[in-house]
């Protein structure tokens, strides 16, 4: 019996004295496979947080890098670009994409990679105003996905030309890359319906409501997207049918989740609530006021997110680091002294109790020794 509890005693104290893990804590989970990193991950951007995912992405790059796992050291660097770009840190995004482009390893970047990069660089720079950045990028991209024949993806590089020549008024060079791009896809797919959008785009800006209208209506069938709606909204407003106004740019409010919206989507939602304030002035509603608390939410939370990503980049480029390293180091010493004291505690506890048996014990086998003492007497 007393081996029996000297054993389970020892089990129980094992048991308690091992450390507690944190299941939720970004440290736990930066040891986990990467392919369960990546579930944790893809929970945190569904829920819109993207710091969080951003941290995860930065250490599975880290530990990827360490342990000569490139490609997947690659394609965390790029989803940590993609982030920073959707916060509106373009130039953050841009820096992560060319690291991954001019890394020493670059040989084992395949060509698909490269193609995503060039058409990503392409994308934050004409979103950033940098056209000539972009063609030069965007170009890129186009002949690789030309080369690799990837259909889709050379439609958006289409696209993204043809954007560009649509800034600079060009407008008859923009619609044969919308067309061309048309030609490559399913009729019935998300890029026609953009590449539709962006024709009658091109209309609008030529005054050509009639065309515009009947191509933005064809988008709209395909696929709905919030810069066709506003693009409607647009059309009636230069008609002076404010109610059908409204209705397009009330469209593109419902369409779009702030919290995971891309960037194009929080420009259009930006743009739509724009308009209604406008509509409502000049209607003098009191709708005016709540469109207003919309709005002003809205850019507090498009400052919030960009500061957030300025403070990322600053961590993860290594200026908060050796703060951070410290800080962790400290928690875990911490930790750790607490996991002993309980050790101590609960191993005096059951050491305690252990002797008080055997001490009962002793003094029933006393017992027994001085009652047959006695008889024998």
């Known amino acids: 019996m007393i081996r029996t509890l000297f ?116 994308l934050a720079a004409r979103q950033s105003e940098e056209d000539s950045l972009s063609l030069v990028y965007t170009t890129r991209s186009k002949v690789l996905y030309e080369k690799l024949g990837l259909q889709n993806h050379l439609a958006d590089a289409l696209i993204g030309l043809g954007i560009l020549d649509w800034k600079k008024e060009n407008y008859t060079s923009a619609r044969s890359y919308y067309n061309r791009a048309l030609s490559l896809v399913d009729a019935n797919s998300r890029i026609a319906a953009k590449a539709y959008n962006n024709l009658g785009n091109a209309y609008l800006k030529e005054l050509n409501y009639e065309k515009a209208r009947e191509l933005l209506t064809k988008a709209l069938s395909i696929h709905p997207i919030s810069e066709t709606y506003n693009n409607l909204g647009e059309i009636y407003l230069q008609f002076d049918q404010l109610d059908s106004a409204k209705f397009f740019f009330k469209k593109t409010l419902e369409l779009i989740d702030i919290t995971t919206a891309s960037v194009e989507g929080l420009s259009e939602y930006d743009r739509s609530l724009n308009e209604l304030i406008n509509i409502f002035k000049i209607q003098k509603s009191s709708d005016y006021f709540y469109y207003n608390e919309i709005w002003r939410k809205f850019m507090t939370h498009r400052v919030e997110q960009l500061e957030l990503s300025h403070k990322l980049s600053e961590y993860m480029t290594g200026r908060t680091a050796i703060a951070e390293i410290a800080r962790i180091k400290e928690e875990k010493k911490r930790l750790r002294a607490e996991h002993q004291l309980s050790f101590w505690i609960v191993s005096a506890i059951i050491v305690a109790f252990l002797s008080a048996l055997l001490y009962l014990q002793f003094l029933r086998r006393r017992k027994k020794d001085l009652e047959r003492f006695i008889a024998n007497y």
């Open 7 to 122: 054993l389970t005693s020892f089990i129980l104290i094992l048991i308690i004295s091992a450390p507690a893990q944190n299941f939720d804590s970004l440290s736990y989970i930066s040891k986990l496979p990467y392919s369960e990193q990546e579930i944790f991950i893809r929970k945190y951007l569904q829920s819109g947080d993207r710091i969080n995912a951003s941290l995860l992405y930065f250490n599975l790059s880290e530990a990827a890098e360490d342990n000569g796992d490139f490609q997947i050291s690659f394609q965390a660097q790029k989803r940590i670009g993609n982030l920073m770009h959707s916060m509106y840190n373009f130039n953050e995004a841009v820096d992560y994409y060319y690291k991954v482009l001019h890394h020493p390893e670059q040989r084992l970047i395949n060509d698909t990679l490269k193609a995503h990069l060039n058409y990503n660089i392409g």
